[in-house]
């Protein structure tokens, strides 16, 4: 199973668009069960085969109580309760099919929590690399589903850096972030579920997280798809990446106008696992992106992040994960600045379970 190009770069699966919008049709996506799979069509696996699947399903949009015009999109709801589910599903579906042995994965948590369990649905076995300081319960999690979970002092990359030298040594799939095709095309059914959800139309902004950057490109390349068949027009959201002041590689290339993260960030200094990338490998994907969608990227602090998840619990009765409060901060910061206005459209993406961090001291 192929990894990355002759240059070391993510590739990206390309579809016969044109046969698929012979195929299919808005009225029959509709009639389908609300989950991932609903978008067949536009995914890797070939019809015949059977996903390795534990319930994809689609995700809810929460509107704010004081803030109508925002809805956060919650990816919590998925299988091992994060957004990892949408992309593992896929890539251990086709690693099946495709006769894989097994996996290795580098994670900051949520990505091994999803891998091990797709890989035990598949009867697989997956070995997962992780930080010492990742978040207790999905370390647990990960051994849980049967995983070998491997504790790593540093942080992703030189997790990928141990990943891959297992994967060559053992014969292994490598799953990490855009090193193969088919995570990506399973995390960007949340740009079709958001076209279907605001009928066949897109939101104003949209608030993600930013560590990898795999669900970014992924509802980038979805919204290309769209188009291509005649679903939706070219009116597309401004991209807004979202990371932290103690990480925040794609901020800094971004506003220096680089066309790629020209070097790693260190040192890393923030509490929030899923941003902690010194260098992401689609940086380029990522800053393309941003440019396309005169969208922006933006960094915020741990402490606002931690008060605005105390807050929101409090005030509207979520429990965002820290990602998804990264996201708030930005979006509250964008409104005071007015880069975003009021009555703008705006999705802010909760990308996991609050339940998955560990609760304030109270």
């Known amino acids: 199973m192929r990894g990355l190009s002759d240059d070391n770069a993510p590739l990206l699966v390309r579809y016969f668009l044109d046969k698929i919008s012979g195929a299919i049709s808005k009225d029959i996506i509709i009639q389908r069960n609300p989950d991932m799979w609903r978008w067949r069509e536009f995914l890797p696996l070939p019809l015949e085969m059977e996903p390795i699947s534990l319930g994809e399903t689609e995700t809810p949009l929460i509107a704010f109580s004081k803030l109508p015009n925002v809805f956060i999109k919650d990816e919590g709801r998925l299988p091992t309760g994060s957004f990892k589910a949408r992309g593992m599903a896929v890539a251990v579906s086709m690693a099946k099919h495709l006769n894989e042995n097994g996996f290795v994965v580098p994670t900051a948590g949520n990505a091994g929590s999803a891998a091990a ?9 997956t070995h997962v690399y992780a930080p010492i300081d990742t978040p207790d319960v999905m370390l647990q999690e990960i051994k849980f589903h049967g995983a070998q979970c491997h504790h790593v002092d540093g942080l992703i990359d ?7 030298k297992a994967a060559n040594e053992y014969r292994l799939h490598n799953l990490s972030t855009l090193a193969e095709p088919y995570r ?17 139309s897109l939101p104003n902004v949209i608030y993600y997280p930013t560590g990898g950057g ?5 509802m980038w390349k979805a919204f290309d798809e769209l188009e291509a068949i005649g679903w939706i027009d070219s009116s597309r959201p401004r991209m807004v990446s979202v990371q932290t002041l103690g990480c925040n590689p794609i901020q800094q290339a971004f ?3 680089h066309k790629d993260i020209m070097k790693k960030y260190t040192p890393v200094d923030t509490i929030v696992p899923g941003v902690r990338v010194p260098k992401p490998l689609g940086g380029r994907l990522i800053l393309s992106v941003l440019q396309a969608s005169r969208g922006h990227a933006r960094a915020v602090s741990d402490d606002a ?3 605005c998840r105390d807050q929101i619990a409090k005030s509207e009765g979520i429990n965002l994960c820290l990602e998804g409060a990264a996201c708030h901060v930005a979006y509250l910061s964008d409104l005071e600045s007015g880069a975003v206005d009021r009555d703008e459209t705006v999705i802010i993406f909760n990308t996991a379970n609050g339940l998955k961090w560990k609760m304030p001291e109270l």
Not at 158 to 164: D, I, T, V, W
């Open 117 to 125: 369990a797709y890989a035990a649905a598949a009867g697989m076995q």
């Open 214 to 218: 795999t669900g970014f490109i992924g």
């Open 158 to 164: 030189r997790c990928g850096q141990l990943a891959k």
């Open 305 to 307: 992040i931690i008060e």
């Open 255 to 257: 506003e220096a106008g």
């Open 184 to 200: 990506l095309e399973g995390k960007k059914t949340i740009g079709f579920e958001l076209a279907l959800q605001f009928n066949w």
